[in-house]
């Protein structure tokens, strides 16, 4: 069975805060994604990673950055927590056959 | 004009109906069409995906796909309540750098009441 799991389920930050979600795969695979998700608006891409040390901005990079040290871990940084930044953060994992295999997601409420 | 567009409902089917979920999109440069299920508090799973134009059936779910509208649907036979969730349309371009990357419609709630 596949398995992505991240960090926290619930974060509570500050505004201005640096914060760290992390990402793991155990299934090799190379792709690996970052979404956040709020209501009426789905899911958009902030970003993903194609390989160790490549990524590539999604739809909704600004304040967000992303580290890829290890095939197997892709993390999520917010440079600085903004109250605007609130929202479901799910990671996902890509298969060789196209699937998207999403972590349990968490939830960050910057105050 | 989204690129992937779907009514986000509710949509509310009596149990043993169909329920039939719509999707369109705006590139028609995109290739593959998945259909993802997420229950309340969870987090999306794959259920159906479709590549070519036509049905393709999985049980009780019939994805179908039809590039020259530019649209995709998704048909469940048979509604049970535990098919009560947020179904999500995802549309992946291919080619260039996309590597898998997946636009995801705003979902449709479904209900299924007894």
């Known amino acids: 069975d596949v398995k992505v799991t991240q960090s926290s389920r619930y974060l509570v930050k500050r505004t201005g805060e640096k914060v760290f979600l992390e990402c793991v795969q155990d299934?090799?695979?190379?792709?690996m994604f970052w979404y956040r998700q709020d209501p009426g608006l789905g899911l958009r891409l902030i970003y993903f990673?194609?390989?160790?040390?490549?990524?590539e901005k999604g739809d909704i990079p600004e304040g967000y950055s992303v580290s890829r040290e290890k095939k197997e871990r892709f993390s999520l940084i917010l440079e600085s927590a903004s109250t605007n930044q609130t929202s479901m953060y799910l990671c996902?994992?890509?298969?060789?056959?196209?699937?998207?295999?999403f972590g349990p997601g968490t939830r960050l409420t910057v105050l | 004009q989204k690129e992937v567009e779907q009514n986000s409902g509710p949509l509310s089917v009596p149990e043993g109906a169909i329920a039939s979920l719509n999707c369109t999109y705006s590139?028609?440069?995109?290739?593959?069409f998945f259909w993802y299920r997420q229950y309340s508090g969870k987090s999306p799973e794959l259920i159906m995906s479709i590549y070519s134009n036509g049905d393709k059936e999985d049980g009780r779910f019939t994805a179908q796909l039809n590039k020259a509208s530019q649209y995709v649907s998704l048909l469940i036979r048979d509604s049970q309540p535990s098919d009560s969730a947020t179904y999500l349309c995802a549309v992946k371009k291919v080619g260039g750098t996309s590597y898998g990357k997946l636009t995801f419609g705003q979902g449709t709630i479904l209900t299924v009441h007894p």
């Open positions: 590139d028609r440069g995109s290739q593959s």
């Open positions: 990673s194609y390989d160790v040390k490549m990524k």
């Open positions: 299934m090799d695979h190379e792709n």
């Open positions: 996902a994992s890509r298969s060789s056959t196209d699937t998207q295999y």
